[in-house]
């Protein structure tokens, strides 16, 4: 009966999180239109219920995360959104594939594992300091998508998304590390700031799910 009830209790979550990201993804609130791509601040619940739930369902919600950008892509494209549909083409010399699946959907699963992972070791080594392990998770998780996702971009689109920019592909890699540098790590400060905010507020009103190991070790 208990297992019964943290079952449903963790659907509840997770539908929860979910409609939140389906709402985020359809308006402004999820994707800030930028001339040449879109802003985003759609990993935030994917950080948030990593922490409130694991790295395991962190992934899923990554996934969602992912896959509405793909659906963002294909619906309300920029020059570049070829790099994250394969259904949209700006030109036939600038076209998607198979490969944008990766740069839209691999980095974004990253974020809900990583941060997990990274929120359960700090608790650990802090002995539960949620001021800790919130933020801490928040800009890692935030950093693992600005640094995966451009990351990808350079290594499967790199010269595509350049001349599509109108960037010298030889100027890319500076192009993007400036993009990580003056964009990724001011998001990955806000996320750590909304996510100490916001995460103590959830930890407290839902609980942390209990691992598998965890039970264990308390029978």
């Known amino acids: 009966m208990k297992q019964s009830k943290m079952d449903v209790k963790l659907l509840a979550q997770m539908a929860l999180l979910t409609a939140l990201m389906l709402v985020m993804s359809f308006t402004p609130l999820g994707y800030i239109p930028l001339p040449f791509m879109n802003a985003t601040t759609m990993h935030i619940p994917v950080i948030l219920g990593a922490c409130l739930l694991g790295p395991k369902m962190g992934g899923v919600l990554g996934l969602v995360f992912g896959v509405t950008s793909v659906v ?5 494209p920029k020059i570049t959104s070829f790099v994250f549909t394969p259904f949209y083409s700006f030109s036939p010399e600038f076209h998607g594939s198979w490969m944008s699946l990766i740069v839209a959907i691999v980095p974004r699963m990253l974020i809900g594992v990583v941060a997990g992972l990274v929120f359960e070791a700090l608790m650990r080594a802090t002995r539960g300091r949620q001021a800790i392990a919130l933020p801490v998770a928040g800009f890692i998780g935030s950093m693992v998508n600005t640094v995966g996702v451009m990351g ?8 595509q998304y350049a001349l599509a920019g109108g960037t010298d592909p030889k100027l890319l ?5 400036g993009v990580v540098g003056m964009n990724g790590v001011p998001e990955a400060i806000i ?4 996510t100490l905010a916001v995460g103590k507020v959830l930890l407290a009103a839902f609980g942390r799910r209990t691992s598998a190991s965890q039970q264990q070790s308390a029978t």
């Open 72 to 76: 963002k892509a294909t619906l309300t």
């Open 152 to 159: 990808l971009i350079y290594l499967l689109f790199g010269e």
């Open 173 to 177: 890699l500076g192009v993007i590390m």
């Open 191 to 194: 996320a750590a700031v909304l």
